[in-house]
T-cell receptor, first 111, second 115 residues
């Protein structure tokens, strides 16, 4: 069965650079979620999209932005990267009343 | 806002024995979902078991079962016949049935399985 695809798997950036993470949800899933998991932490909700519109917003820094495109894939853009942005970034997708499936995550390291 | 509390940062169990991980939550909603996720060293988030709040029957998935006490807002996970592959971080999570469908996670319990 198709799963949630995230790219890249690993990313190393320098401070003040920008990064773009991509997420391809399961076909026919209409909602995409982004989570940030710092080292030794639980995942924290950043933002979600339903049918290409932002549906909820969590603790997402102003330096971050995201969108969902017409093909339902989503991108998380992070600018002016800081050391504290080093984390595992998960994307998940779901359908109404359905299950919630996580991607394998993108490990971002800021040096 | 909903909160999820896992009071056991670490637990250990002998292989083939049974262990119970605790989770409590706070919400004013009557309809919601509760989950246990497993995160092995690979960091993949794997769904272990799901419970709908409107269902009184406790969910079961093979060796994994829950004890859902809605009035007490408690949702514990029992792992029977523990295997070495069960070693992982386990997260309890809450999701509203309406409105925002984001997951709210507990801090996690690190489970060690001893041979």
């Amino acid at each position: 069965a198709a799963g949630v695809i995230q790219s890249p798997r690993h990313l190393i950036k320098e401070k003040r650079e920008t990064a773009t993470l991509k997420c391809y949800p399961i076909p026919r899933h209409d909602t995409v979620y982004w989570y940030q998991q710092g080292p030794g932490q639980d995942p924290q909700f950043l933002i979600s999209f339903y049918e290409k519109m932002q549906s909820d917003k969590g603790s997402i820094p102003d330096r971050f932005s995201a969108q969902q495109f017409s093909d339902y894939h989503s991108e998380l853009n992070m600018s002016s990267l800081e050391l504290g942005d080093s984390a595992l970034y998960f994307c998940a997708s779901s359908s109404i009343g359905g299950g919630y499936t996580f991607g394998s995550g993108t490990r971002l390291t800021v040096v | 806002a909903q909160t999820v509390t896992q009071s056991q940062p670490e637990m250990s169990v002998q292989e083939a024995e049974t262990v119970t991980l605790s989770c409590t939550y706070d919400t004013s909603e009557s309809d919601y979902y509760l989950f246990w996720y497993k995160q092995p060293p690979s960091r993949q988030m794997i769904l272990v078991i799901r419970q709908e709040a409107y269902k009184q029957q406790n969910a079961t998935e093979n060796r994994f079962s829950v004890n859902f006490q809605k009035a007490a807002k408690s949702f514990s996970l029992k792992i029977s016949d523990s295997q070495l592959g069960d070693a992982a971080m386990y997260f309890c999570a809450y999701r509203s049935a309406g409105g925002s469908e984001k997951l709210v996670f507990g801090k996690g319990t690190k489970l060690t399985v001893n041979p």
